[in-house]
């Protein structure tokens, strides 16, 4: 039996003809029998994919060749072979839609102008060095952050990533601008825009993880600074580093603990509910009600 797995990573790298990339890279998967989403756009690729452990390994050799490409860190994780139910790449202004793709400043390198990246041992020590005065702030949609999160971090009320700008520019974070902050994201790509956008804004000392929470977790497991589930853009929902996860978050009907999304019942609603496994049997919690987004689109590569 094959082994499946899954791959989530990213690259910024200018990139001339975006669209002759996708053709590539749709023809590329195709003939791999890979599925899942990939982003291409003048700043770089944005992927998750799934398929066999030998032909994604050779979709990795392929995409690395390509000039700008051969520093993208592929995070590898277990797969069942049913996480994404197609191929989906396209082109895009953004690899993350943040509404700001001339903010950020792209060599074959990477970003130029984002937050510093730190090791996951280098953000502990950070913490150790400089106790409270830390401030970890996340990166992703707000939803995602009530089943795990980096302790007493700063979460905030984001739907998508669309909301960050007016979030940042409401003046209710001018008091960390002085701080030194910890952005962070599943695999690191939202947190090198986030980051630049911040240091455009007025926030002095930025950082980001190198990996994101995926590298972290890998290193520390559930032993670090991080608590609780990660949610993951497929099938999977979330996954934990270890048996020892912490569970925060609360059943939206009974608050019981659980880490559990599941889709709301309404046909073209992209909001999740949080459900315990109790609630999760009776349909009528998963109907959809007026606090949803409903038609709005959230983010749907980390």
């Known amino acids: 039996m094959s082994l499946n797995k899954i791959i989530l990573y990213y690259g910024f ?48 050799h392929s995409t690395k060749e390509y000039a700008g490409f051969s520093n ?21 202004k953004e690899l993350v839609a943040f509404t700001t793709p001339d903010e950020i400043e792209v060599d074959e390198s990477g970003i130029q102008n984002g937050g510093k990246h730190l090791k996951p041992h280098e953000v502990n020590d950070l913490v150790a060095e400089r106790g409270d ?23 905030p009320d984001v739907q998508t990533t669309h909301d960050f ?13 002085d ?21 455009n804004r007025g926030f002095q000392e930025v950082y980001q993880i190198k990996g994101g929470i995926v590298r972290y977790g890998e290193k520390f497991k559930d032993k670090g600074l991080w608590e609780g589930s990660l949610y993951v853009f497929d099938k999977r929902m979330n996954i934990n580093f270890s048996k020892d996860a912490k569970t925060i978050g609360e059943c939206d009907k009974c608050e019981a603990p659980t880490s559990s ?5 309404r046909l073209g609603c992209k909001d999740l509910v949080l459900l315990c496994d109790d609630c999760a049997q009776d349909s009528v919690n998963l109907a959809c009600n007026k606090s949803h987004t409903r038609g709005k689109k959230l983010s749907r590569i980390s």
Request: proline share 2%; glycine share 10%.
């Open 72 to 92: 993208v860190d592929f995070k590898w994780a277990n797969g069942q072979g049913d996480e994404f139910q197609k191929l989906s790449v396209k082109v895009k």
């Open 179 to 199: 701080k030194p902050i910890v952005t962070y994201c599943t695999g690191g790509v939202r947190c090198e825009i986030l980051s630049a956008v911040m240091l």
């Open 165 to 177: 700008i007016a979030e940042l520019e409401s003046g209710k974070y001018d008091h960390l601008k």
């Open 13 to 60: 790298a200018p990139v001339r003809d975006p669209k002759a990339v996708m053709l590539w890279q749709r023809t590329l998967c195709a003939s791999l029998n890979l599925k899942g989403r990939i982003l291409i756009s003048e700043h770089g690729i944005n992927g998750t994919l799934g398929g066999k452990l030998s032909d994604l390994k050779t979709y990795a």
């Open 261 to 265: 999304y599941l889709d709301c019942a």
């Open 133 to 155: 005065e830390v401030v970890f702030f996340d990166g992703r949609n707000a939803f995602e952050a009530k089943i795990g999160k980096f302790k007493n971090a700063i979460v």
